[in-house]
């Protein structure tokens, strides 16, 4: 299962994955929102929850820390590992 995180919904990920786990999925696929030119780098730095800039970052990093660390199912992610700022 997918889901795409971002500002509005960082704080259902927990849900997802209860969601998931109900649902007998394998996987929980946790990925950051993208910028393929929707969004200025103002309103992205505010809806990306995995960067830096985002008031909201602690927060996310760790909840996907502890649901990678304490949930049965196997979760991916490419939250903390890729440059999401290009406007490309």
Known sequence: MNFVVQKENF?????F????ERMQADE???????NFGT???????E?????????HYEEAVQTLSW???????KI????LT?????ED
């Open 47 to 55: 809806n990306d929850v995995f960067l830096e800039e985002n008031p």
């Open 67 to 73: 649901l990678k660390q304490n949930s049965t199912l």
């Open 11 to 15: 704080r259902q990920m927990r849900d």
């Open 28 to 34: 929980v696929s946790f990925r950051r929102i993208r």
């Open 17 to 20: 994955v209860e969601l998931a």
């Open 76 to 79: 991916s992610d490419n939250c």
């Open 82 to 86: 890729q440059d999401n700022l290009s």
């Open 39 to 45: 969004f200025s780098i103002d309103s992205l730095i």
